[in-house]
């Protein structure tokens, strides 16, 4: 039987993986979350990863993979933590990952089936990306802090993601 503290355990490892990943492909984090009231975009939530991308454009292929990556980098986080693969398309608590994940690669891989396997291909990557010793160990910090603090600011966040995150693209 799964506990609150499972729960917030788990919200801790799912945005530690937005963070580390959208750090680490070079944005800036603003603020991680442990919960977050629904806004104009998206629902109420366990948690919440704000990335500064800086100036954007859709069109640019690696700007639109890498936001990508950061979408699906907090399902993938607490797949690893959980011992469980997940698909986060049937997966209730990552469905909303998945769809924004989906909407965003739409004009990449327009037709359903190649934008799925576009997509699960990306799951992999990131799987075998964040199961590395050192990237799991930024996404282990960055949970920590967040289970002992609920919300990290980006001056909180930078020490931290700094010292485990040396190379970014």
């Not at 986080?77 to 924004?100: C, N, T, V």
């Not at 934008?115 to 990557?125: A, Q």
Request: aromatic share 12%; charged share 20%; glycine share 6%.
């Amino acid at each position: 039987m799964m506990t609150i503290d499972d729960d917030e355990t788990y919200t801790a490892y799912h945005e530690a993986g937005h963070a580390v990943i959208g750090y680490a492909l070079g944005g800036h984090i603003e603020s991680v979350g442990m919960y977050a009231e629904a806004d104009e975009w998206l629902p109420e939530r366990f948690g919440d990863c704000h990335v500064n991308w800086g100036p954007m454009d859709p069109h640019v292929d690696w700007q639109r993979q890498r936001e990508i990556l950061t979408i699906l980098a907090g399902p993938v986080a607490e797949m690893i933590y959980r011992s469980e693969k997940l698909h986060p398309a049937g997966f209730p608590p990552w469905q909303h990952d998945w769809h924004w994940a989906w909407q965003r690669s739409a004009t990449w891989a327009p037709q359903p089936g190649p934008r799925r396997v576009l997509l699960e291909s990306l799951i992999v990557w990131l799987h075998a990306h964040l199961s590395r010793d050192d990237c799991w160990a930024a996404v282990a910090a960055v949970a920590d802090e967040l289970l002992a603090h609920e919300y990290l600011d980006s001056d909180q966040l930078a020490d931290t993601l700094a010292f485990w995150i040396r190379d970014r693209v």
